[in-house]
């Protein structure tokens, strides 16, 4: 897909945004998640820290940083994440790294978290929040994908069904809500989300001294 050319409006100065991307497992998150980062290099994803291990082809510093127990609870207690929460009898936490000053300079994160961490980042940061929430076409589908990926035992994929249907619950709490019945599809609409929560007033920092300009 061809990039969009730059216009007047995108060399404007503007605040970074976090853009979270949240749906159960199998619901195709991931899947729209890379295909964002490849068509958009304005976006760069917020690698998160887990304590849960690496799955076949998963690198870490790529896919997570992978640490143990004792690394999570001294990046804990150093105050080193934004947010953090139990996921799957696992730890999940984003880092701190750059991102506020990123912010600021413009640069847009992708936040590949759960309910937990959407809201936890929502009360720290409302203004360069936003919230998409991803939805399977149906539970079977769900159930069908997450077979699909063949990396989990059967006790494992109940436990994501479970939790699916809990994460699903918190659909309301989201700014937009995609069904993913077509990655291609979803992937696109997505893609406008993203495009037109970049061009909000409020995060165009660079417009009052080009309206001024404008109209001297
Ligand atoms: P998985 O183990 O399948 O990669 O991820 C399990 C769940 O943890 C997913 O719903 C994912 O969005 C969530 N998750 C991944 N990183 C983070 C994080 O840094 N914080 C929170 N709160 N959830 C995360």
């Known amino acids: ?42 976006i760069k994803l917020s690698v998160s820290v887990t304590t849960r291990p690496p799955r076949p082809g998963e690198k870490d510093g790529v896919h997570y940083y992978f640490v143990d127990d004792a690394e999570f609870d001294r ?18 936490g984003t880092p701190k790294g750059r991102i506020r000053n990123a912010l600021k300079e413009g640069q847009d994160f992708l936040f590949d978290i759960d309910w937990q961490g959407t809201q936890q980042l929502y009360q720290k940061d409302q203004q360069d929040v936003v919230r998409v929430f991803i939805l399977p076409p149906s539970i079977a589908e769900l159930e069908n994908r997450l077979r699909g990926r063949g990396t989990d035992s059967d006790e494992v ?15 309301d709490a989201y700014d937009y809500v995609v069904i993913n019945e077509d990655a291609g599809e979803c992937f696109a609409k997505v893609r406008e989300i993203l495009d037109a929560e970049r061009m909000k007033r409020q995060r165009q920092t660079g417009l009052i001294p080009f309206v001024r300009q404008l109209m001297s």
């Open 157 to 171: 994929i109940a436990a994501r069904m479970e939790r699916a249907r809990s994460e699903i619950s918190h659909w």
């Open 75 to 92: 990046m804990v207690e150093e105050d080193d994440f934004y947010e953090w929460a139990h996921v799957f009898g696992h730890r999940y």
């Open 1 to 42: 897909m061809a990039d969009s050319t730059e216009t007047q409006d995108d060399a404007l100065a503007r605040r970074g945004l976090m853009f979270i991307l949240s749906s159960p497992s199998g619901a195709g998150k991931t899947t729209i998640s890379r295909m964002l980062l490849d068509a958009d290099p304005a």
